[in-house]
């Protein structure tokens, strides 16, 4: 199966910002939905938002109003704005793409996003 490429995790303040980027290489063309998980230690694995082709979006409760999820179709890129971030968000991030039917086809080999003063 093909592996999506993460970047962009990294240490920040509370209260700061960063993105994320997933990028699907050449062998993936036809993308649906492309979002992110997160795990943090000693908890499940969340969804924290998705993105369809169309547009339409997905957020968890506890990220809404602070992240923004968005897609470079063509590219079959989708980020993570990751604004006003707290301790809570600290963990490592997944980013996922599929097809309609197969939400979870592809995964990113992880990024750490760790939020502390």
Request: charged fraction near 20%; charge should be positive.
């Amino acid at each position: 199966q093909v592996q999506l490429v993460e970047s962009g995790g990294g240490l920040v303040q509370p209260g700061g910002s960063l993105r994320l980027s997933c990028a699907a290489p050449v062998g993936i063309r036809s993308i649906y939905v492309m979002g992110w998980y997160r795990q943090a230690p000693g908890k499940e694995r969340d969804l924290v938002a998705r993105r369809t082709s169309g547009g339409s979006t997905n957020y968890a409760d506890s990220v809404k109003g602070r992240f923004t999820v968005s897609r470079d179709n063509a590219k079959n890129t989708v980020y993570l704005e990751m604004n006003s971030l707290k301790p809570e968000d600290t963990a490592v991030y997944y980013c996922f793409a599929g097809s309609l039917t197969n939400e979870h086809a592809y995964w990113g080999q992880g990024t750490q996003v760790t939020v502390s003063s």
